[in-house]
């Protein structure tokens, strides 16, 4: 099944805790044969909340970058 996931469930990606999302969900829905899409404004969404934890020293930048890696 093709899936197309919004940040709320990319959150937890870097570190984010999301309630009722566990940090593995998208690591399960990949090993149980689904295809994950994200939209680039999620990807946008993701930077944004980083960089404003980045800059209050919340989370690191390296969190960050992982998160919106291909």
């Not at 093709?2 to 709320?8: I, P």
């Not at 999301?18 to 993701?46: A, K, Y």
């Amino acid at each position: 099944m093709n899936l197309l996931l919004d940040s709320t469930y990319l959150f937890p990606l870097m570190g984010l805790d999301v309630r009722g999302v566990p940090r593995t969900s998208i690591l399960e829905l990949l090993s149980n044969g689904h295809r994950v899409s994200v939209s680039e404004i999620s990807f946008f969404e993701l930077s944004a909340k980083g960089a404003k934890l980045m800059l209050q020293g919340t989370l690191e930048p390296q969190r960050v970058t992982a998160a919106i890696s291909p």
